[in-house]
């Protein structure tokens, strides 16, 4: 069964830094790439980075370009978002999810809640 | 950049009744990196459709998916109860590698 766990997630004051992680299990997880989506409270779904198998392609949403790192340890089957200088609009909660089929995601988490507040 | 406009933003329908939900693309894009969405209040998003017309294992054939271009279309044919929810369409560039959500279509009871 495909699981994806993240964990990280909390209370952080603006400006301050934070780091999910997501655990895999139940697939072959260098096989897959994977992405990161949030949602902000009242608001609908955001595409946040993703990242290709062997980490060969990595790409970021504008809004945290040069704030937020993506990576992954295939070694240890996991997923990892580096979020730096939180801003307030970086309140969501943050999921992980698997690539199926050109870009389409069959799996995903249940989600890490992350709250920027001063 | 392309952006996805989903419409209507609220679908008010019976269970019964047949839902279509547009997704538009502000430009032409391929329908290989179409997808669309199921997503119910604390409960992960769940993958109905990919390549624009293929339905997930395990989906029930009331939902179809459809359009080229920058036209797509979401059918459910007959809305169970469950079936009450927010829909998202999302595609996937290839230069550069991001994926884009569109607004969302809150399908609810009427």
């Known amino acids: 069964e495909v699981q994806l766990v993240e964990s990280g997630g909390g209370l952080v004051q603006p400006g301050r830094s934070l780091r999910l992680s997501c655990a895999a299990s139940g697939f072959t997880f260098d096989d897959y790439a994977m992405h990161w989506v949030r949602q902000a409270p009242g608001k609908g779904l955001e595409w946040v980075a993703g990242i290709g198998r062997n980490s060969d392609y990595i790409g970021y949403a504008d809004s945290v370009k040069g704030r937020f790192t993506i990576s992954r340890d295939n070694a240890k089957n996991s997923l990892y978002l580096q979020m730096n200088s939180l801003r307030s609009e970086d309140t969501a909660l943050y999921y992980c999810?698997?690539?199926?089929?050109?870009?389409?995601?069959?799996?995903w988490g249940q989600g890490t809640p992350v709250t920027v507040s001063p | 950049e392309i952006v996805l406009t989903q419409s209507p933003g609220t679908l008010s329908l019976s269970p019964g009744e047949r839902a279509t939900l547009s997704c538009r693309a502000s430009?032409?894009?391929?329908?290989?990196?179409l997808a669309w969405y199921q997503h119910k209040p604390g409960q992960a998003p769940r993958l109905l459709i990919y390549g624009a017309s293929r339905r997930v294992t395990g989906i029930p054939d009331r939902f179809s998916g459809s359009g080229s271009g920058t036209d797509f279309t979401l059918a459910i044919s007959r809305l169970e109860p469950e079936d009450f929810a927010v829909y998202y369409c999302?595609?996937?560039?290839?230069?550069?590698?991001?994926?884009?959500f569109g607004g969302g279509t809150k399908v609810e009871i009427k």
């Open positions: 430009q032409s894009i391929s329908d290989s990196y």
């Open positions: 999302q595609y996937y560039g290839s230069s550069p590698r991001e994926l884009t």
């Open positions: 999810a698997k690539v199926v089929w050109f870009g389409a995601l069959d799996y």
